[in-house]
């Protein structure tokens, strides 16, 4: 089915350019929500992105969305529905939706089913968006590459025999090869921004209580954080707005007004003596010195520093920062995130939640299903987090590291005293090959050096389109600000991205 404005069509369609069509009535959200199924039955065997479909609610939510239109439409409201009323979305196996299984891309949590749903999918729901399902994850979000799903692995549109990156390489696959309009993903150090840049997409990693946790299953909750996947930036600001604000069933979340960030990325069309549409001008970027590191992928660092060139031409002005502490971010990041993470997986028992194993004593029924529903990487780093927290070792390594998170975080504080953003790469290398990394956790690790400390300092950033490497793997350009700043990097990332085409690109599947 082809449509103005794509040469692809519907499942082509951008969140806005979507919104803007089921508005007047040119198509109805049942016709997208169709497309966007057949582009599923079409690709999906080759991508590999959902673990779970659910054509028939998601039909049925697309005839209410059409009725929600309708009424809308005759009553002149139509500025006060949602852009997301009738838009298609994709949901990572983390994220609870009431009645669909969550893996969380383990077995450990086969044949279970949510009985309640995770507040950013009751949001997305209370705007009208339409649920197609659950995406494919690293099991309980650690991983890199998708790779760690104890289900399949995940395959990167751009090149089937590459990784889509981790852990949401589900969400972001989905999003790329139109499987979607938009996804939520989850980023604890990356996740959310590393599987957006070899996707070619843009992703959000919100501040660290800007959208409630509740119903995400936890990884390491100090560091988790739901976040979101669109083909542009505006797409990625209006799944934000569906999702963020307060939550009193998630005591992290902050009591604090939610912009509206569709708006801020063009406040010159609203503010007085505002530089206007296009510029930079006034914006202080801050290049961190140390985020170019040996080893890198020649062509990675070249397309970031020409797209930190752009942000100059657009009037922005570029200084070098540093951010001395960046090299101890991975091994911090490599205590916590498993000591977190060995506490929160405890409950997984064989009792409360999907897979049981029978045994003759409880302590052997324990024993059998962690033994058998945990894969290799999630034992590895509940070994390491128990370790680590204790008795005797909990000062050496535990307390240690929280005190140089404290140090992490200061260096981005005092950097952001002298620059409104951060820019620098979000990955080291564009997509690697499937089994390329697998069997070395420290090389796969590396693939996040320079999105953890994000999110130890707790402060918000994205990943955009920059370029593409030789092989034609995309390129992503981060850009990070402080607490409850996602207004500045969205509206930077939206002058960049109006400046260039990158995002225009789609794989061929
Ligand atoms: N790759 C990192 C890890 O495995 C980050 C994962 C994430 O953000 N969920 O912990």
Known sequence: MMHAGTDEGLYGLTIHAAAKLLQAGEITATELTQAVLERIYAVDNDVKAYLALTPETALEQAIEADKALAIARAAGELDFLSPLTGVPLAIKDV??????????????????????????????????AVILGKTNTDEFAMGSSTENSAYFTTHNPWDLERVPGGSSGGSAAAVVAGECLGALGSDTGGSVRQPAALCGIVGIKPTYGRVSRYGLI???????????????????????????????????????????YRAALQPGARQAGHPGKGSLRGLRVGVPKEYF??????????????????????????????????????????????????????????????????????WESYRDTRGRGFGPEV????????????????????????????????????????????ACPTTPTTAFRIGEKVNDPLSMYLSDVFTLSLNLAGMCGLSLPCGFDTAGLPIGLQLMAGAFREETVLRAAYVYEQATDWHKRRPTL
């Open 95 to 128: 994220i609870s939706v009431e009645g669909v299984p969550a893996t969380a891309g383990s077995r450990i949590l086969e044949g279970y089913v949510p009985p309640y749903q995770s507040t950013a999918v009751n949001k997305l729901r209370a705007a009208g």
């Open 218 to 260: 936890a990884y390491a909750s100090s560091l988790d954080q739901i976040g979101t996947f669109g083909k542009d930036v505006t797409d990625a600001a209006i799944l934000l707005n569906g999702i963020a604000g307060y939550d009193r069933r998630d005591s992290t979340s902050v009591d604090l007004p939610v912009p509206d």
């Open 293 to 362: 590191i040996s080893g890198m992928q020649p062509e990675v660092e070249l397309a970031v520093h020409q797209a930190i060139g752009v942000l100059g031409q657009l009037g922005a002005e570029v200084r070098e920062v540093s951010l001395p502490h960046t090299d101890l971010a991975l091994p911090v990041y490599y205590m916590i995130a498993p000591a977190e993470a060995s506490a929160n997986l405890a409950r997984y028992d064989g009792i409360r939640y999907g897979l049981s194993v029978p045994a003759g004593t409880l």
């Open 379 to 422: 034992k590895r780093r509940i070994m390491l987090g128990t370790y680590a927290l204790s008795a005797g070792y909990y000062d050496a390594y535990y307390l240690k590291a929280q005190q140089v998170r404290t140090l992490i975080k200061q260096d981005f504080e005092a950097a952001l005293l002298d620059v409104d953003i951060i």
